[in-house]
């Protein structure tokens, strides 16, 4: 008897939220992660498993009150496409264009990257860095949780069991600008040795404000550096700030050596991407 | 709400090929077939190992070893669990000779019970069952009781030697007495994997005759023949291997194949049915073999004007766990070892050694793309040294006709090292753009080296660099193989008017099923899609040798032509006045069938003295020489190659298309193992066994590969050819990882040049970070 987990397909949120209360069930929504890993017997296999395709409620983009909400169930392929994401925030274009490839991206979700939550999610960072807030809901409701509070440990999330991610809430202030940068190991189908997110608010007259520093594959999740967002706080993009926040940015990180790169290298270039994005940023 | 199941069986639809078969490649490459298998991989509709249907078969797995170096103590099955169900075997069921037969026999099938288990991911014991799920559920509930041996990993504290070899010419302390410069290099290069498409694959049939047929994924059907002969006490005929379409091999499916098809075969004689041994890609990076780590070690003395005087080189390959064709890859590796350059001084030393990480075999190169790689190095640095074109270096020092190599070898014909140098420099505009990179460098500020400081860039985000280098690769096999192995290839005229080619060659992406019938067509004067090319079942055609070594077009290919052209001169005899084409198939009516086996002879006025390592060590050389261009991204030192001028000399050209074809995938092949692939060990396990962490070069990755051919035939082949499928692999790495130096003004000593190590030699450079 080979080993078929059950597979639900509900059409609506309430169908999904009562097979998750019954029980551990596993969603699916693209599969680009959880297939990987029953292929590759990196886990076991779900007893039994929600398939998201067909519910409706969670797919599309909107303009909301002064946000972007994207569905959980957005794939990189319908982000690239959007006139909205490139007109609002077209920092999402470009991440989800270095995701995997084609196939990849036709299937892949954005709610999938972020239940997943691997440090190396490439659009983590820019959740943290655009104070974006993850809406989530179960059968005892639904809730909004800021994605600074949604990674707490290694691959461990504020998501409860029987919850489902269900949007994601981008504010976007005016004047904010957001950059992206990442390095992978190739040009296509790689997983980032470091991936970063810097935004900040500019007024003119005051520098910058809401600086944020925010960085994938060095630490155990996705993370802000806080001390480098300080240090550029009220600054502005000339060579001094970027050498000074370069210098703090490589203290602030505590990456390791793995089998992608090393500790050394993750560090260095994250300092040296920060300061070609303040260069770029300053103009000099 | 609706539920459903996965479904896990896959449909084979059969589609119709859409090509019909006369037709002929179109463009620049009129007159030439198209590629025999072509449609049918295009279309799906091709049959790999894996898509073979055997009803009743059952599905076999291996048990490995997890520690490196270990006595096998006991295989304990959990007494939970009703084995009867499924078959187990271990070292205990094999019939013959527990050993994978090849150079030494001293790799086991499965470790025996108070055996020694030498490496990770080791075989120990064999599980069928009739379902994976079955399998996937009880492999963990064979248990092995080990007690660990101090393990091995550095191939220089190994005291165990596979091979060893010396090769010296001229004196070398008078060389470097007489040298201006003597300049020192130590190079390194790790694991690649060949990483085929398709996994190995395997599936054994037990036949009624006590017998076995394999069908599978491999390059030599008669090493596996060979193999499963002693290792299971069968006969010649009650061995049988047939090689499926093979979804690429090279190297990687010339040893390893012999060990999957001994594994299936106990299975299958064990539960009395076919049986599956169908690798995933995780087991096959873990177990099967790889590239050798090499590490290489040069002293060479040059004059002011830049001539060789004195070359001592010494060359260590980790083999691995056992012996596998370790001896072979080392001694292509030492004869290369000294680049295609003119030295009267010369030393060279190589040895392989045991250490307890999985077995090291063959690969594209065999040994030549590792220290070919440290001798362009080499040559790159004193040209540095020197201040001198590397191009004009090498104009100084490359092999011409009637010069003498190291094994006394005087290159009496095919000799085109300045040819294909010369046409990569003019290709390349090689030192225009030299000057223009070093404009740029200069303009950067300081000696051609980069950062202001570890922790930023200066303005410029992005470096362009250029750089050359020159390979050669001796073609067939290396010294008296081919007399040694004495291979026999046939060409029949059946009795139904039917023309045959019969050799044991294997396709897998390269050609050979359309480059035989298009040479054995050229001989008759009959269009190539009338002369079939019969399937390598062993059953079938004769032992042509196998499949590696570039020697399939060269020395096959030259025994299939002649025996086309005795073939022709019979018919024609029998059927006075009328030519081949219009007399063969009347002939075959009035006379039956005509089958010509032709036998290997040496190669006039070639010899080798295997003993002493003295004389023509191969029939022929290849030359080639690529030029690089890269992009370094000054941020992050990622390196972008952005093209590369490959010229090669292949002697004789037989199908413009496929040839292009080897000399391009080669050389991505090469631009992987300079920038990208790299195996990671720890403890003698590869940590980046999956694709997800063994990284290749994509589409995205590749360079644009300008592909320039050069004839210069060799006179004891027919048709001249002296082989393709290698040479490529051979210059490329060194060419890119000197653009990476003309960009950067840093050498990466090691291979892979990966940013991390580009990065910490551009701050090595400039002592310790600060901003
Ligand atoms: C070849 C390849 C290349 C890749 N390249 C990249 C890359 O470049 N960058 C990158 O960041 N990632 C990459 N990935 C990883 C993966 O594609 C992404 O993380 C993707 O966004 C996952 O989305 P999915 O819809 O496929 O997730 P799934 O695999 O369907 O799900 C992933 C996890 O999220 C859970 N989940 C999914 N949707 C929801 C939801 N709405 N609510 C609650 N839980 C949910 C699932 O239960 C599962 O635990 C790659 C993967 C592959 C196979």
């Given amino acids: 008897m080979p080993a078929e987990p059950q597979i639900d397909v509900p059409r609506h949120l309430f169908e999904a939220y009562e097979r998750l209360a019954a029980g551990p069930t596993r969603p699916i929504a693209g599969g680009t992660d959880v297939m990987v890993a029953i292929t590759g017997e990196l886990a076991p296999i779900p007893e039994r498993m929600l398939d998201l395709s067909r519910i409706d409620a969670l797919r599309g983009i909107q303009l909301e009150a002064g946000s972007l909400v994207l569905g959980a169930r957005t794939t990189y392929t319908e982000i690239r496409r959007s006139a909205l994401c490139r007109e609002h925030l077209p920092v999402l274009v470009e991440a989800a264009a270095t995701i995997g490839a084609a196939q990849i991206q036709n299937r892949g979700t954005l709610g999938g990257n972020i239940a997943n939550a691997s440090p190396a999610g490439d659009m983590l960072p820019i959740l943290l860095a655009t104070d974006a807030a993850i809406l989530v809901g179960g059968q005892r409701g639904e809730r909004e949780i800021p994605a600074k509070d949604f990674f707490i440990a290694y691959r461990k999330t504020a998501l409860a069991p029987d919850e489902l991610i269900l949007h994601v809430r981008f504010p976007l202030p005016p004047g904010r600008e957001v950059r992206f940068r990442k390095v992978g190991t190739r040009r296509a189908q790689a997983i980032s040795k470091v991936v970063m997110a810097l935004a900040w608010e500019d007024f003119g007259s005051t520098g910058w404000q809401n600086v944020r520093v925010a960085l994938g594959s060095v630490a155990a999740t996705p993370i802000r550096a806080r001390k480098t967002e300080l240090i550029l706080e009220g600054a502005r993009p000339t060579p001094e700030a970027a050498d000074l926040a370069a210098e703090i940015l490589v203290r602030e990180l505590n990456p390791i050596d793995d089998v992608r790169s090393t500790a050394d290298y993750r560090r260095m270039v994250s300092a040296r991407i920060l300061h070609r994005l303040l260069r770029e940023a300053g103009g000099w | ?771």
């Fill in chain 2, 1 to 771: 709400m609706p539920t459903r199941a996965f479904t896990s069986g896959v449909q084979t639809v059969e589609r119709a090929l859409v090509v019909d078969p006369g037709q002929r490649v179109p463009g620049r490459a009129a007159g030439f077939p198209l590629r025999r298998e072509g449609p049918a991989k295009l279309t799906g509709a091709a049959k790999y190992t894996d898509d073979l249907v055997f009803p009743g078969a059952w599905h076999g797995i291996t048990i490995r070893s997890t520690e490196a170096h270990a006595k096998l103590v006991a295989i304990e099955l959990d007494p939970d669990v009703d084995w009867s169900k499924v078959v187990v075997a271990t070292a205990a069921d094999i019939p013959g000779d527990n050993v994978v037969a090849s150079i030494k026999d001293d790799q086991p099938v499965l470790v025996p019970v108070g055996g020694v288990i030498r490496h990770h991911a080791e075989p120990v014991a064999l599980l069928a069952a009739p379902d994976k799920e079955t399998l996937r559920r009880l492999k963990g509930r064979i248990r092995l009781v080990t007690e660990p041996l101090p393990p091995v990993f550095d191939p220089e504290q190994s005291d165990h030697v596979f091979a060893k070899y010396e090769v010296t010419t001229g004196d070398l302390a008078l060389g470097f007495a007489g040298a201006d410069l003597i300049v020192e290099g130590t190079y390194r290069v790790g694991h690649q994997e060949q990483l085929y498409i398709e996994n190995n694959a395997m599936i054994a049939v037990p036949g009624d005759d006590g017998g076995i047929v394999i069908h599978g994924s491999l390059q030599c059907p008669y090493y596996v023949h060979k193999a499963l002969k002693r290792a299971l006490r069968l006969t010649h005929v009650q061995a049988r291997v047939i090689a499926e379409e093979t979804g690429g091999g090279f190297g990687g499916k010339e040893e390893y194949p012999s060990m999957i098809a001994l594994h299936a075969s106990l299975l299958a004689l064990k539960a009395k049915r076919p049986v599956r041994m169908i690798y995933e890609r995780h087991e096959d990076i873990s177990a099967t073999t790889k590239r050798h780590p090499a590490i290489v070690r040069h002293r060479s003395g040059v004059t002011k004007d830049g001539v060789l005087v004195a070359q001592d080189v010494e060359v260590i390959m980790d083999g691995g766990a056992y012996c596998t064709l370790s001896p072979v890859v080392l001694s292509r590796g030492l004869l290369h070892a000294g680049g295609p350059y003119r030295c009267p001084n010369v030393r060279l030393r190589a040895c392989a050694t045991r250490t307890n990480t999985p077995p090291n075999g063959a690969f594209r190169g065999f040994g030549a793309p590792q220290t070919e790689f440290a001798a362009e190095m080499q040559l790159n640095r004193i040209a540095e040294r020197l201040e001198m074109s590397p191009a004009e270096l090498r104009r100084r020092n490359v092999y011409r006709l009637n010069d003498t190599t190291p094994t006394g070898q005087v290159l009496r014909e095919s000799v085109a090292a300045e040819e294909v140098l010369e046409q990569a420099l003019g290709a390349s505009h090689f030192e225009r753009i030299r000057e223009r990179t070093a404009r740029e460098s200069a303009e950067r500020g300081g000696s051609g080296t980069i950062p202001p400081g570890p922790l930023r860039s200066g303005d410029r985000r992005v470096a362009n660099g250029i750089g050359l280098a020159l390979g050669w690769h001796g073609a067939g096999f290396t010294g008296s193989g081919e007399v040694y192995i004495g291979s026999i290839a046939s060409v029949e005229l059946t009795a139904d008017g039917r023309i045959r080619v019969l050799t044991a060659n294997t396709e897998m992406g390269q050609g050979t099923k359309t480059v035989f019938p298009q040479m054995v067509a050229a001989e008759l004067g009959v269009p190539s899609d009338w002369v079939e090319y019969a399937p390598q079942d062993t059953a079938e055609v004769p032992d042509s040798g196998p499949t590696v070594a570039s020697r399939t077009v060269m020395v096959v290919g030259g025994l299939v032509i002649r025996a086309a052209r005795r073939l022709k001169a019979a018919v024609e005899e029998r059927n006075p006045g009328v030519p081949f084409h219009e007399a063969f198939r009347d002939d075959a009516k009035a006379n039956g069938a005509t089958r010509i086996d032709q036998k290997f002879e040496a190669y006039p006025g070639v010899v080798f003295d295997d003993a002493t390592y003295v004389g023509d060590a191969y029939p022929a050389y290849g030359w080639a020489a690529a030029v690089a261009s890269v992009e370094v991204d000054l941020d992050t030192a990622e390196v972008t190659v952005r093209d590369v001028i490959a010229v090669d000399d292949v002697g004789k050209v037989i199908h413009p298309v496929l040839c292009e074809g080897q000399v391009e995938g080669g050389t991505l092949q090469a631009v992987g193992y300079a920038t990208l692939e790299e195996m990671k060990v720890r403890d003698g396990r590869y940590l980046n066994d999956r694709l997800a962490t063994y990284l290749i070069p994509t589409a995205m990755d590749a360079p644009h590969i300008r592909t320039i051919l050069v004839e210069a035939p060799f006179s004891g082949a027919p048709h001249g050819a002296k082989g393709v499928g290698e040479l490529p692999m051979d210059v490329a790495a060194p060419a890119v990882i000197a653009a990476i130096h003309d960009a950067t003004g840093v050498w990466i000593h090691d291979l892979p040049a990966t940013p991390e190590r580009i990065l910490a030699a551009m701050h090595g450079d400039r002592g310790a970070p600060a901003a």
